[in-house]
């Protein structure tokens, strides 16, 4: 194998170990889902849950043995392994486009149904199931938002209309000052004085984070779309290189 075709199997080894972080990465997201598991139980609902962490994990799975089957064909020289590698690439491209089409096609349904869930998780959930309870202080906290929408979406809520003791307006974790409680969760609603309180809510913190960063999310998507087609290419080259000097032999 000559020079060129050493330059070659560097890159295809090059793009194929950024292929295989990749489907690290995806692992490691899949753990972080599993050790926060109530907070995303809480924010997606169990059985979606479960259908992403799962597929995720499939993928990334997927992606680290694909990228394993490179890295041996090319240190093989086995056209077998790099036409399997070359397949699987393949699949995984398609995948990745139907599923940007579909995200971009139901996007609204998408929005719709968190939205949904996350206000029957307030109207009946909260107070009374220890993990969406967790769940909910811990996305409030952490995206210093209050309720889906805003902070009204507590006054349907079965936690708020049974508390007929302390009638708190808000959970705590809606105070912007922690030092604030029990003052800010108590008849601010009624009174009309929410400035204690996170006034966005929680949906709509999210929605705009997503906006925020959407030109770094496609950037991102586009760059592993990239390293997939580079891959493809070398492993083509490659193919052939070995082709050629097994006819020399």
């Given at each position: 194998m000559g020079l060129g075709m050493g330059c070659i199997r560097l890159l295809f080894f090059l793009f194929t170990f950024i292929l295989w972080l990749c489907g690290l990465v995806i692992i490691a997201l899949c753990l972080w889902m599993a050790i926060d598991q109530i907070y995303f139980e809480a924010l997606l609902g169990a059985e979606v849950y479960e259908v992403v962490l799962y597929t995720l994990l499939a993928c990334g799975a997927l992606i680290c043995l694909v990228g394993f089957f490179g890295c041996?064909?090319?240190?093989?020289?086995?056209?077998?392994?790099?036409?399997?590698?070359?397949?699987?690439?393949?699949?995984?491209?398609?995948?990745?486009?139907?599923?940007?089409?579909?995200?971009?096609?139901?996007?609204?349904?998408?929005?719709?149904?968190?939205?949904?869930?996350?206000?029957?998780?307030?109207?009946?959930?909260?107070?009374y199931y220890h993990i969406h309870t967790r769940g909910w202080d811990t996305l409030q906290e952490d995206w210093k938002c209050c309720g889906s929408r805003d902070y009204q979406d507590w006054q349907t809520s079965r936690w708020y209309l049974s508390d007929q003791t302390t009638h708190q307006a808000v959970p705590r974790a809606c105070c912007i000052d922690p030092n604030d409680y029990p003052a800010c969760t108590r008849g601010t609603i009624k009174a009309n004085n929410p400035q204690m309180l996170f006034n966005e809510g929680c949906m709509t913190a999210m929605l705009e984070w997503v906006q925020y960063n959407l030109e770094l999310i496609f950037g991102l998507a586009i760059a592993i779309a990239c390293i997939e087609i580079c891959s493809l290419i070398f492993c083509c080259c490659l193919h052939q290189s070995i082709e050629k000097d097994a006819s020399y032999v």
């Open positions: 041996c064909g090319a240190l093989r020289e086995s056209k077998c392994l790099l036409s399997l590698y070359f397949v699987c690439v393949i699949i995984i491209l398609v995948v990745q486009l139907i599923i940007a089409i579909l995200a971009i096609i139901y996007h609204e349904l998408i929005v719709w149904s968190i939205d949904d869930h996350l206000q029957r998780s307030i109207d009946y959930h909260y107070g």
